[in-house]
Every structure is written in C-alpha cells, then in structure tokens.
C-alpha cells in the first residue's frame, strides 16, 4: 500500500517547509516537490500541517489503583490515542509483589496483544526492588527492550532512597533512565492529619494536602541522589513552578535532569475543585492542580526547553459511581487521575501555538521528535525519509468543541468540556496504515485493531 499526501506544510522539530512526502508500506520513502509517483491513494494535504505522530510516554491503562481500575483497556485507550493523534503510548507497568520485571511486562502485553491499535511499549514501574529485580535492570535495558523505569516517592507502594541510589546506579552503568513521581509523603501525611482533625475533607482539600513545596522537596532530594550517582533522571508530571525551578537550578549545575508536564498543569487550575455538585472530584489527581502561577511558568518551561516532553498521564475514572463514590466524604479516596490521551494534540495546538505560546516546531518537538529520543523509539518522532510512517496531517483550521460524546475515552466526563478548540487531525497514519479521519464533526477510528505492535526501545544515549 502506497500513499501520496501532496501540498502539505512538513512540520519537523526545527523548520517548517512545504513539500509532498510518498509513504511505501511502513515507511516514510520520499520527501520532495512536485512529486509525481504512482500511488494507492492522493490525499490533498493543501493548507494542512504534515506533523509527526503524537508519543504519549505516560498512559496507565488497565492499572488496578486505589481501589479501582484505570478504565481505558488498550483498545479503547489506544483507539482514542488514535484519534487524537497520537501514535505511539509507552504505557506503565507496575510491578505486582514478588513479579520479576519481565513477568511484569509479559502481563501487560498480554492484555494488550490482538486489541492495540498503535504501537506501545512498556515502562516497568519498579515497586518490589528485591536484589534480583534491580540486577534484572540491565536485562530490562539490553534484551527487554525497557529502559526507562519509573518509580513513585509516594502512595503505599513507594521505593525509598537506597533504592532510587540502586536504580540510579544501575541505569547509569547499561544505559537507562530513572522516572520519578516525585512527591514528599511525609509532608502529605502530615497535611491529611491537620485537615481531618478539621473536618475538611471536600475535594478542594486535596490540593492543600500536597502543597508545591511536597514536589520541590522531593524533586530537590532526587536530584541530589542524581548528583551522588552521577547518573540522571527525568521528571514524571511536573506540576508546580517551585519545582521547576528546582530543576533549572540542578541542570544550570550540570545536573542531568529532565522533565515533563502535561496539559492539565498548563491549562487549569485548583480553582477547579471549588466546582459544585462535588465535581471538584473530576480533577483528584496527584499532584494536584496548582495555580496559575504554575500554569504561566510551566508554558515558559516548554517553550524554553526546561521542559522537554508533554505527556498526558492519562488515567480515567468515571465520576458517577467512582469519583463520586469512592471519595464522596474523603478527597482521600477519590480515585487519582484524569483522562487526557484525545485531547493531547489538539489543546497543545490551539492553547499553546494559536495563542502565541510556542512555536508550531517546539509543538512538534515536545510532542513527537524530543519524546522519541528520550525513550530510544527509533523509528519514530519525526517526518523523515526511513522513519515509520506514523503521521498527522492536520488541519489548523478545524474548529472543535470539545464532548465527552465526541471522544472515544471510555469515561463518562472530560476535563476541557466545551472548550473551543482550533485544529483537529484530519487523517491519522500509523505505520502506513489510515487509523483515524476527520468525518463531519468529529474524528472516527478507521484503522485495524490489534495491528498494534509492541516496539523494543534503544538504551538511553
Ligand atoms: O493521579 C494520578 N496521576 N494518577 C495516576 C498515577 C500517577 O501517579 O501517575
Ligand atoms: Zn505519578
Ligand atoms: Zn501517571
């Protein structure tokens, strides 16, 4: 199957040109003007952006948490990744007690085997760090095709720091990187103590319970073991600008620190939780919103390169019978986290590069070029001759209000209900293969489920 697109605008991570691009199979094969080849399909990509396929390199699908499961399965999370935009996941897999790390991996891809519609890989979240599991680091870097692991400073299944120094170590010697969900659980404790001794315990409270400086204490922390080790370390949603700063500082010291954010830290806030009807529940997620504050220094991040990679942390609970259940006399017990795999795109689009933000490039790059390179996905992240013909053509004209009804999550709210938005994917391509189109008012899954492929990721370089 050949396809043609013609007349596009070829977006890469630093430039922006007009050209028409062949793909061949797989494969991205020729990039030219005037191309004139015999294909199976033409498409008129005149007025629309040529963009890399999406990499969201933080999904929890299927993830048993707090009482509950995360509701995406890999069909439905990977068919709304799919129209989105986004063509690669690396989803999590947090390790069962007494699993090995491949046992871990070998669970997860059998849930996602036959039902995946894009490519994924995996990041072993490392909860049980018996000896053998952090010898096993260097099987996961060199023949699992995993080197990235992430570990929690927080919740009942957090590592301490002997184990983040093993990890460190380790993952500096075969080539890995060390994720960390980096959160001060004492601080937190102490917190969740003082408002229940004051009876308060309405959604807002979450927020209060995990105050900016529970992230900058635990982020300074890590950073610190990183300078021990001399190794380095990536920042999994980073939510707060007093944490940024903290890495800033580590990286202007020649620390080797890296970090993500996701829309929800650019684009709202914790007056959120104020919401009535106890919707402030739909937004429990940890760490939890900040304030604008944040929010303006999180987009300066991004666009500066403080900043490296936009992720989504997509995670959704429904919020009848879950958020509203679960937690409704305890923000304790809301389940944490939030749907964001759709909206990833076409938010960063219309609230980062029409609102003069950042740059359409730096879009790319945050979202597919610098993604791939800090995951070793190869083949992957940019629209080049050689690369997997995983592509976005976009329309920036396209305007969207966003529904839950219009989106494929398998979750019965969305955080951005309502927003306008300008820029919507128009054809979506994942190894060659059409997967998602624009019909009438909203994009629809065309693609082939379980074409999927679990895709094996170079150590860190
Ligand atoms: O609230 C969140 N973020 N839920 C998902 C688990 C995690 O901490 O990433
Ligand atoms: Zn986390
Ligand atoms: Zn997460």
Redesign the pocket.
Known sequence: MSVLIKGGLIVTSTESYKADLLIEGEKITTIGTNLTCQADEVVDARGKYILPGAIDPHT?LCMP?MGTYAQDDYKSGTIAAACGGVTTIVDFQIQHKGESILQGLERKKALATGNVVVDYSLHPAITDPRPEVIEEVKAAIQDYGTPSFKIFMVYDFRVDDGVMVQLLEQTKKYGGLVQV?AENPFIIQHMNEVLAAEGKLDPYYHAVSRPNIAEEEAIARAAKLVEFTDSRLYV??LSSREGLEKIKEFRKRGIEIYAETCPQYLLLDEERYKEPDFNGAKYV??PPLRTKESNEALWSGLSSGDVQVLST?H?PFDFKGKKDMFGKDDYKKIP??APGIETLMTLLHSEGVVKGRLSLERMVDVLSTSTAKMFGLKDKGAIAVGKDADIVVFDPEQKFTISQSKLHMNVDYNPYEGVEIAGMPHQVFSRGLKVAEWRKDQVVFVGEVGRGKFIKRAPFV
Do not use: T
């Open positions: 929890h948490f969900h999994v949603h997620m940890s942390d995670c944490n986290g």
